[in-house]
């Protein structure tokens, strides 16, 4: 079983700069694909940011904006996100992608919560 932990959300004003951290803990042998989604309210979760290898991807709203980066000796992935928009409002969650000797787990943080407003 894995666990994730994600810290970092907040309330910030249009312009400002949040730093999103996701640890993962558990019975795990190596990570792979690590990522974020947000969630705005009355819409569909959507991928924001992935990071695989020395590979990203970024979703057009957010690029030259947000930075994914990731510490494989912490098992922990990161969002830096500048000059927020209050657009990007919603619940953060990252999503890792772990394997054991036997199995493969996908698995979701508990979310946190991203405010932009004046």
């Known amino acids: 079983q894995v666990q994730l932990v994600e810290s970092g959300g907040g309330l910030v004003q249009p312009g400002g700069s949040l730093r999103l951290s996701c640890t993962a803990s558990?019975?795990?042998?190596?990570?792979?694909?690590m990522g974020w989604h947000r969630q705005a309210p009355g819409n569909q979760r959507e991928l924001v940011a992935v990071i695989s290898g020395g590979s990203t991807n970024y979703a057009d709203s957010v690029k030259g904006r947000f930075t994914i980066s990731r510490d494989n000796a912490k098992n922990t992935v990161y969002l830096q996100m500048n000059s927020l928009k209050p657009e990007d409002t919603a619940v953060y969650y990252c999503n890792i992608v772990s394997t054991s000797l036997t199995r493969v787990y996908n698995s979701w943080g508990q979310g946190t919560q991203v405010t932009v407003s004046s």
């Open positions: 558990g019975n795990f042998f190596s990570i792979g694909t």
